[in-house]
């Protein structure tokens, strides 16, 4: 079964919805909930992870503000972000937080005749088009990026997230590193006040939009893009390159982050140097509380993510995320060891 056909993902969900509503009667499921950007892998390896051990997991695709707001509520045992909290915040809510994946944040469109990566835009350009000033497909602006490309003479229909958004949060982070008009505009957040557009719900949402939406634009974790066949474009990063989103082009932009250095794995991954780096890039997170008032829930929710770690590199790439590096996997472990501690001050999970 696929998650990512539209009927197959709304079921998918609301069955997610269902079983977290009866989860005091299977003690053994894990509850979470929150960003849509890892949805996609937290489903695959949950499918996987209840085959092996027999204990499920019910995750709430709802967006990363209401990961936030549910793990700080204490709703569910993790809440998921891609938008990772500063380490003040995190002290102030008693909360720890570590990576689990790293992916791509990718405009797609919706143009006949167009094929995936046969658009280019740059920065300044994107941001443009998403403040309202650009609003036609063979604008001069584009025009000069694509001189080889037979343009539509569309008007443009903007699509962005209506809920808060990690992925909004990389998408807008990026706007504003590139275009000093988005900055101090709109800014960098999980929710927007958007200067034009249409808002879709999770990544789902947007991708469905743009789908059935001729002439639009929109940006979506590129699990989605890829699983829904969206026509994507290609970005010029940092360094002046064209380059498509891949894997690779992720792990570019990943390269370079020394972790250790990382307070609380607080790590931005948008308009990173390097030829090959995807500029839109980004890792998303988890977050469990230091102190848990259900220490069993939230071992039982780390054991989840060790075995992740250990065994679902495979399941992540054929989704085109990225792996996160064996180094760095020692040190999430070694911080819960070290942060996530039971009544009796143990570890509720101990680093391996």
Do not use: C
């Amino acid at each position: 079964m696929s998650f990512f056909n539209r009927g197959g993902l709304m079921a998918a969900l609301a069955g997610a919805l269902a079983l977290s509503a009866g989860s005091v009667a299977h003690a053994a499921d894990i509850s979470g909930a929150g960003a849509t950007f890892p949805y996609p892998i937290y489903a695959k390896w949950a499918d996987a992870y209840k085959k092996e051990t027999g204990n499920g997991l019910n995750y709430q695709s709802i967006g990363s503000g209401g990961g936030i707001k549910q793990i700080k509520a204490k709703t569910v045992t993790f809440g998921a972000s891609d938008m990772p909290l500063k380490p003040e915040e995190l002290k102030e809510a008693g909360l720890t937080q570590f990576p689990t994946v790293m992916g791509g944040v990718v405009p797609v469109v919706n143009l006949e005749g167009i094929a995936p990566g046969q658009i280019t835009l740059d920065g300044p350009t994107l941001a443009k088009i998403f403040l309202g000033e650009i609003t036609s497909w063979d604008d001069a602006a584009i025009k000069a990026l694509n001189p080889d490309v037979k343009l539509p003479s569309d008007a443009i229909a903007v699509v962005h997230r209506s809920d808060g958004s990690g992925t909004t949060f990389i998408y807008s982070n990026y706007l504003a590193q590139v275009s000093p008009d988005w900055k101090a505009k709109v800014g960098t957040n999980t929710s927007l006040e958007w200067p034009t557009g249409i808002g879709a719900k999770g990544n789902e949402g947007v991708a469905a939009n743009v789908a059935q939406t001729a002439g639009s634009i929109g940006y979506v974790e590129y699990a989605y893009a890829k699983q829904n066949k969206l026509t994507f474009i290609k970005l010029v990063n940092a360094e002046g390159e064209a380059v498509e989103p891949t894997a690779e082009a992720f792990q570019a932009a990943a390269g370079g982050v020394d972790w250790t250095k990382a307070e609380d794995f607080y790590v931005i991954l948008t308009n990173e140097p390097g030829a090959k780096s995807w500029p839109i890039a980004g890792a998303t997170f988890i977050l469990v509380y230091k102190k848990p008032d259900d220490a069993a829930a939230t071992g039982e929710a780390l054991k989840f993510f060790d075995w992740a770690y250990k065994n679902g590199d495979a399941m992540a790439t054929d989704l085109a995320y990225v792996p996160l590096p064996d180094d760095l996997v020692t040190l999430i472990e070694a911080s819960w060891a070290k942060n996530v501690l039971g009544a009796d001050g143990k570890p509720v999970l101990a680093a391996k």
